[in-house]
């Protein structure tokens, strides 16, 4: 299994990234892929993410109505559009995977780390003020 993250830079407060997943070594349709970040001094937080199989959607509150998360499963790749972005959202940030079944009785719990089984590198986005 590997996902690849990429996209990650630095921009200024206001403007906009394209965040890129690449996955492979697995079935791509029986995954959830999430995206994560972590800020320094801080633990790791769910900022989003997606069912494969039949699309559905999670957010963060702190991203909601900024950030956009989509797939194309034709490329098994996983995309994490971030408009608006705020100094507070600079962090590493990584995406994981994790079969379908470990959320299915509790999708709530998509944002936590622990539910996920495969992680990729992380892409740094810096927002200056």
């Known amino acids: 299994v590997q996902l690849q993250a990429s996209g990650g830079g630095l921009v200024q407060a206001g403007g906009s990234l394209r965040l890129s997943c690449a996955a492979s070594g697995f079935i791509f349709d029986d995954y959830v892929i999430g995206w994560f970040r972590q800020a320094p001094g801080k633990d790791r937080e769910g900022v989003s993410c997606?069912?494969?199989?039949?699309?559905?959607?999670y957010y963060a509150d702190s991203v909601e109505g900024r950030f956009t998360i989509s797939s194309d499963n034709a490329k098994n790749m996983v995309y994490l559009q971030m408009n608006s972005l705020e100094p507070e959202d600079t962090a590493v940030y990584s995406c994981?995977?994790?079969?379908?079944?470990?959320?299915?009785?509790?999708?709530?719990?998509?944002?936590?780390?622990?539910?996920?089984?495969?992680w990729g590198q992380g892409t740094q986005v810096t927002v200056s003020s």
């Open positions: 997606i069912s494969i199989r039949d699309g559905r959607t």
């Open positions: 994981a995977a994790t079969p379908s079944l470990t959320l299915r009785f509790n999708p709530n719990a998509w944002h936590l780390p622990k539910k996920f089984r495969y």
